[in-house]
């Protein structure tokens, strides 16, 4: 009733001319004092009307700001514990802020419980008290972002400039990338390139003939084009390169580099491979001398053959008996060192040959002038007055003279920066069939992934280039695919590793388990060796390996080892040989 007078009022001033009101001048003085009063008992009334109608609009702004501000004070937190921000930051200023921001944050829950109490007088005596703090968060987040500085985002992240990182990008391109989408973040300072090259062509002692980038880039290694440094940037896709990651929240999307860099990601493939096994982890005496090697990245690679050049003619010793082992043995004696391999296992490469296919492999190296000292490990290194090391100490009380020592004795996956945050299986980080891992958004590709295969019905992880290539593929499809919703077959990897030495080349393919059937002839003096041998499980043949094959027959010993045709007779199987797989 009142309001609806107040506003009669507020119109008959508005459209009766003044002349009526001098001419009842005797009258103006009551009048004025009736709207002055009408004005005294409704602005209150009309301003609460108007906080009210602005309270819920203002609600909503807070608590978009208060969202915003609390994503800037979890990366402000995550880029101050790691400790390692080089002054960007003014520490004293910045926990005075985060202080701050607690306190409002308290007082805007004050706000919302009051609100709850009392809808219409809440809202309205509160209204002002809500402005004015969504100016206060407004200034708070203009001060939190100074403090961050530039904040890189980017729609898709690659954690790791390796192998997988490459064929990752080459992909995304394939599926449609826009410019400034996609970010690379390596530790290393060269883009992605064919990592196996290193413990093969790299090591060539004829400067013409050794591998040297920019020749090795991927995706050479798969017959493809070589992606240069330039062909990123064409693309549009920043490599950021020699920048570490130190801190990751994959609930926030954010990565935090040694430098204090903050990088946000809408996807994350976390591609960062596996890091050596190194003899100071196990805090073995002298391991920290000059002149000990791991063979991981091109910096390694270059200090071996710097140190080749420096010992040419010297004694090196290998310790490992896998991969690594193999095929640096290889190279140095083809560098034409003295060379000797030890190693604990009672034959080479225990993981997949049989000892029937270790001794053709020992015997060959033995010929080649290689020694091989089996069933031992080193427990320590004896170094001259300049720190290089000199002797390798044996466990069985040898030691052994050594200009150059080579480790190759394994690797880890390297998850640690998602531990607690991702759920993991056999040492990596579990994920399923199209590298999904247990976080929204977040994928993970070649030796960190442990996955599904469906082969054979179990999760395993596999730490080979090949499986690197095909899985940062199908990551990339899978996303794409997400994105899109078109359907995408799951991963469907069959195992396969291979190698090269000297003048031998093998592969395998499917899986080593079960009764072994060796076929053809190993005679390691032979000019052009050729054998394998199948895996045979329950009636079918699982797996094959076959040294010295034709491109034809390696494809062959692929399709019997996928299809697992059954066996009837195993000495019809091994007088067959090679032509069995090739019926398929």
């Excluded at 609390?70 to 880029?79: A, D, F, S």
């Excluded at 306190?103 to 509160?126: C, D, G, P, V, Y």
């Excluded at 001794?359 to 190296?365: G, K, L, N, Q, V």
């Amino acid at each position: 009733m009142y309001l609806k007078n107040h506003v009669y009022v507020k119109y008959l001033l508005n459209v009766i001319p003044i002349q009526v009101f001098t001419r009842y001048l005797p009258m103006a003085s009551s009048f004025n004092l009736v709207i002055g009063s009408a004005k005294f008992i409704f602005a209150p009334i009309e301003r609460c009307l108007n906080c009210k109608r602005n309270f819920d609009e203002n609600m909503k702004i807070l608590q978009k700001l208060l969202k915003e501000l609390n994503t800037v004070k979890e990366v402000i937190e995550l880029r101050l514990s790691a400790e390692i921000h080089g002054g960007t930051m003014q520490t004293e200023e910045v926990k005075n802020w985060l202080d701050d921001v607690q306190r409002i944050k308290t007082e805007i829950e004050i706000i919302e419980h009051k609100t709850k109490e009392k809808k219409f007088l809440s809202r309205a005596f509160l209204g002002k008290t809500v402005e004015e703090k969504v100016f206060e968060l407004k200034a708070f987040l203009r001060k939190g972002k100074a403090f961050l500085g530039m904040v890189k985002s980017f729609k898709y992240i690659i954690v790791g400039g390796g192998v997988a990182a490459g064929y990752a990008a080459r992909e995304f391109d394939r599926q449609g990338l826009k410019p400034g989408q996609l970010a690379i973040i390596s530790k290393e300072s060269v883009a992605p390139y064919e990592r196996p090259t290193l413990s093969k062509g790299y090591l060539n002692p004829n400067p013409k003939a050794a591998a040297r980038l920019p020749e090795f880039h991927v995706c050479v290694g798969s017959g493809g084009d070589r992606l240069l440094p330039d062909w990123y940037k064409e693309k549009g896709i920043q490599l950021i390169l020699g920048t570490e990651i130190v801190k990751v929240n994959l609930a926030l999307k954010t990565l935090v580099s040694a430098a204090g860099e903050i990088f946000k990601f809408q996807t994350l493939i976390i591609a960062t491979g596996s890091t050596v096994i190194r003899l100071t982890d196990f805090k073995v005496e002298g391991a920290d001398a000059k002149n000990i090697f791991y063979l991981r990245e091109l910096e390694d690679a270059d200090k071996l053959v710097e140190s080749i050049k420096m010992k040419k003619h010297g004694k090196a010793v290998i310790i490992g008996g896998g991969y690594i082992g193999l095929e640096v043995a290889a190279a140095m004696r083809i560098n034409d060192f003295d060379v000797t391999m030890v190693y604990p296992d009672p034959w080479c490469m225990p993981r997949l040959f049989t000892p029937t296919i270790a001794a053709f492999y020992e015997s060959y190296y033995e010929n080649k002038g290689i020694k091989i000292i089996k069933g031992t490990v080193s427990v320590g290194f004896n170094a001259n007055a300049n720190g290089e090391v000199k002797g390798v100490k044996l466990k069985d009380g040898r030691v052994l003279e050594a200009d150059i020592v080579v480790v190759g004795v394994g690797a880890r996956p390297l998850t640690a920066l998602f531990k607690g945050q991702l759920e993991e299986d056999r040492g990596g980080i579990k994920t399923d069939g199209f590298f999904k891992t247990s976080m929204p958004g977040v994928y993970a590709v070649g030796d960190v992934a442990s996955f599904p295969i469906k082969l054979y019905n179990e999760t395993r992880r596999v730490e080979h280039v090949d499986h690197a290539r095909k899985s940062a593929e199908h990551a990339v499809k899978a996303i794409k695919a997400n994105e899109t919703g078109k359907e995408l077959e799951e991963y469907d990897y069959l195992p396969y590793f291979y190698s090269r030495i000297f003048e031998l080349s093998w592969q395998f393919y499917g899986d080593n388990v079960g009764e072994s059937l060796f076929f053809r002839d190993n005679n390691p003096l032979s000019p052009k060796p050729k054998f394998g041998s199948y895996w045979i499980k329950d009636g079918k043949v699982v797996g094959a390996f076959l040294e010295g094959g034709t491109p034809e027959e390696n494809k062959a010993i692929a399709k019997v080892s996928r299809l697992n045709p059954p066996v009837e007779n195993l000495d019809q199987l091994k007088k067959e040989g090679l032509s069995f797989a090739s019926k398929f």
